[in-house]
């Protein structure tokens, strides 16, 4: 079973726009993370943030967690065709020795 | 790149057989985690080593099993392969037990 769900399912946008995914969760978590996967390749790790924290950004990216909806948020800002890719969250809890319960993904397509 | 090596990147095999899927974690890194990536399924933890102990079992099959090895690769054992097995398997590696990183995954075709 997977623990996240991802919204939109699928995103489209133009070169220039930005983009939001959310995250919504289940049970009580250690982390979440953000992870991109090129069409059928490896997941590349984008950014974490702790239970303690409220928002972290990362170059383009923002992220925001809120614990008391049990709900995440991924921006994307002033995006480019090579973002074009499926984002995942993944959770981690405290019992969980660090495995990550995923999230279905949000397949976003950047058109130039 | 990842640091992260899985081999081979591909297999194409038939119902019945076994196949054995291997994984070298960054340097330095003693735990190491497999997962397995179906479009019905997602994204499924299976196993996590740390060190050469197992440390935490997810939706594994008793068909499948694991080992990490003294100089920390691991490797997973998929045997009496069903169709439905044909999935990708990533492995990936960490630290700690927070961010993990993973490999380029092996890619397996049960025919």
């Known amino acids: 079973s997977q623990q996240g769900e991802e919204d939109p399912q699928a995103l489209s946008i133009q070169e220039g726009e930005n983009a939001t995914m959310n995250c919504s969760y289940k049970t009580s978590i250690n982390n979440l993370q953000w992870y991109r996967q090129n069409s059928g390749r490896g997941l590349v790790h984008l950014i974490l943030i702790r239970s303690n924290e409220r928002e972290k950004h990362s170059g383009r990216l923002r992220v925001t967690l809120d614990t008391s909806k049990k709900s995440s948020s991924l921006l994307i800002t002033a995006s480019r065709a090579a973002d074009t890719a499926s984002y995942f969250c993944?959770?981690?809890?405290?019992?969980?020795?660090?495995?990550?319960?995923f999230g279905a993904g949000t397949q976003v397509v950047v058109t130039p | 790149d990842s640091g992260v090596t899985q081999t081979p990147k591909h297999l194409i095999t038939a119902t019945g057989q076994r196949v054995t899927l291997r994984c070298s974690p960054r340097s330095g890194d003693l735990s190491v985690y497999w997962y397995q990536q179906s479009l019905d399924q997602g994204l499924q933890f299976l196993i996590q080593y740390y060190n050469g102990e197992e440390r935490a079992k997810g939706n594994i099959l008793e068909r499948f099993s694991a080992q990490q090895f003294p100089d920390l690769h691991s490797e997973l054992n998929l045997s009496s392969l069903e169709l439905g097995d044909s999935a990708l398997y990533f492995c990936a590696s960490s630290p700690g037990t927070e961010t993990q990183y993973f490999g380029p995954g092996t890619r397996l075709l049960v025919l």
């Open positions: 993944a959770t981690s809890s405290s019992d969980s020795w660090g495995k990550l319960q």
